[in-house]
């Protein structure tokens, strides 16, 4: 089995004294840089001008440019979106690491596809929260926290693994757990879960169950109760207790219609199609579609989220969710209207 750390096997010195810059403060930046503060460590941010500079500057932060919180850190987490990593390193991070220092990432993507090669005098490592970083924030304010792996890719000062290890328990991750990995498998396990199962896999699942309702006649407001709302419901169970939690709570009838109906619907098709998809990521397909797509300024990106945005389970669902106060949506207000 693989060995998982909590907080009583890691050791804090080695971060200590250190100044930490946070590049980038968005939904993981802003969740690291302020439970890193509240673990008593020294953070500075960097960014460039804009709404992310003013939030972290409320929150209390000295914000610098990226080279200038660079220039004066010891260790660098770069929190940028992974399509933007690769100019900005160029630019504003790789001439001002200091010898010695760490740079670290929350996710491989740009080391492991060789978008950055950092210099040969700096540490670089990973802490990946495994899961969103709003989470991240709020589980530490609870006394909780959200499971991280952490890896080495180079470790010149001998204590890169000491380093990850601090700080992912300066973020709240070894109260949950934290698992080592390499910076491979990080990248293709993240990509994998987060397009078969936890994002695509879970989107296409509730809407194909929503048009299968609609499409028969069924009111789409029952269908979204139905196919989206008791999602949370269900996926809290599991989250608890498994599989054996959470049909210990489902009718006896529901179970059963797990068991014959589930693998009727995801079956060996299915997981033909999850094998390709993990291939694509294996071999830098999804990398290089991806990073085309960026270069190309994104319009597949936007006419997909144009489109996905006016589904039917979306207008039905912003009503629905209007008239229910204790649903708290951070887009409410923010959201498209479009019908
Ligand atoms: P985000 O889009 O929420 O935030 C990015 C931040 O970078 C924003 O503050 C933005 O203003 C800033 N930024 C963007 N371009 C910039 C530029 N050119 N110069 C300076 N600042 C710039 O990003 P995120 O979702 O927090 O992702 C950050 C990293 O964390 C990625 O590597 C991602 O894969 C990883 N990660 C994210 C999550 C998550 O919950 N979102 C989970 C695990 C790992
Ligand atoms: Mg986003
Ligand atoms: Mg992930
Ligand atoms: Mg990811
Ligand atoms: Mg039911
Ligand atoms: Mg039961």
Redesign the pocket.
Known sequence: MAKVLYEKDIQKEVLQEKKIAV???????HAHAQNLRDSGYDVVI???P???QEKAEQDGFEVFS?AEAVSVADVVM?????E??Q??YYE?IQANLKSGSAIA???G?NIHFSQVVPPLDVDVFLV??K????L?RRTYEEGAGVPALYGVFQDVTGNAKELALAYSQGIGAARAGVLETSFQEETET?LFGEQAVLCGGVTSLIKAGFETLTEAGYQPEVAYFECMHEMKLIVDLLYEGGLENMRYSISDTAQWGDFVSGPRVVNDETKARMKDVLTDIQKGEFAKGWILENQAGRPQFNAINAQENKHQIETVGRELRDLMPFVKNPLHGKQNKQK
């Open positions: 590049v980038g403060y968005g939904s993981q930046g960097g960014l460039r804009g709404k992310s990226v770069v929190l940028l979106p992974d933007q990593q100019k900005v504003s990432f929350a996710h993507f990946a929260p899961g969103p970083g709003h991240v993240d």
